[in-house]
């Protein structure tokens, strides 16, 4: 049963312009949210999270945004660089448990 | 910083053998994870230690697999025997606090 769900395992987007990255949860009690990223040979890495009091979080060229009803979170990057090309986990945990939940992942391929 | 210490990097392995695969948290991170990658099911939490005491392993596969945390700086993932399905990416992680963990490189283990 996932939690966590990626449905997207691959996007392909062109440079300059916007990533969207979708993530869907089940579990109602997460009320924290990461995107992870990851390149081939190396550990995920931190990009950006959200508490579920919050429905838009922004860093730079990125922003998460969360719609609690519906129970969906989406990444944007914009705009879009060759560097963004890698894994992009999406992750969820309820409460004060340090326990993450992760999505299968969505390879993100940006072209110059 | 030296970040999360993995090693080996890669093991090769015949079935059977025991493997023992090492990680080294970040220093002052109270909690450690461990993880395995697979095509098949992404990345999945093995188990986690908060202050070195094992607080939920209900991901270790079987009774094969077992996990050590001895002091704050060392941790293990020993697997005996080994067989061909346990091939995957082990990621160490740490934290600490709830919320972000920060991921070593990754253990690449192939079980022939």
């Known amino acids: 049963d996932q939690q966590v769900k990626q449905n997207s395992p691959s996007l392909s987007v062109q440079e300059g312009r916007i990533s969207i990255l979708n993530c869907d949860y089940t579990?109602?009690?997460?009320?924290?949210f990461l995107w992870y990223k990851k390149y081939p040979a190396e550990g995920p890495t931190f990009l950006i999270s959200?508490?579920?009091?919050?429905d838009k979080n922004e860093d730079g060229r990125f922003t998460v945004f969360l719609n609690k009803s519906a129970k969906h979170l989406s990444l944007h990057i914009v705009p879009s660089q060759p560097g963004d090309s890698a894994v992009y986990f999406c992750?969820?945990?309820?409460?004060?448990?340090?326990?993450?939940?992760f999505g299968k992942g969505t390879l993100l391929t940006v072209n110059p | 910083d030296a970040g999360v210490i993995q090693s080996p990097r890669h093991e090769v392995t015949e079935m059977g053998q025991e493997v023992t695969l090492r990680c080294k948290p970040i220093?002052?991170?109270?909690?450690l994870f461990w993880y395995r990658q697979t095509m098949m099911r992404g990345l999945e939490l093995l188990i986690y230690?908060?202050?070195?005491?094992?607080?939920?392993d209900s991901g270790m596969p079987e009774d094969r697999f077992s996990a050590k945390m001895p002091n704050a700086s060392f941790s293990t993932l020993k697997i005996q025997p080994s067989e061909p399905r346990d091939s995957a990416v082990y990621f160490c992680?740490?934290?600490?606090?709830?919320?972000?963990?920060?991921f070593g490189p990754g253990t690449r283990l192939t079980v022939l």
């Open positions: 992680a740490s934290s600490a606090a709830v919320g972000s963990q920060y």
């Open positions: 579990n109602s009690m997460f009320d924290y």
């Open positions: 959200i508490s579920s009091i919050k």
């Open positions: 992750a969820a945990s309820s409460g004060s448990n340090y326990k993450l939940t």
């Open positions: 220093s002052g991170h109270n909690s």
């Open positions: 230690f908060n202050n070195n005491v094992p607080i939920d």
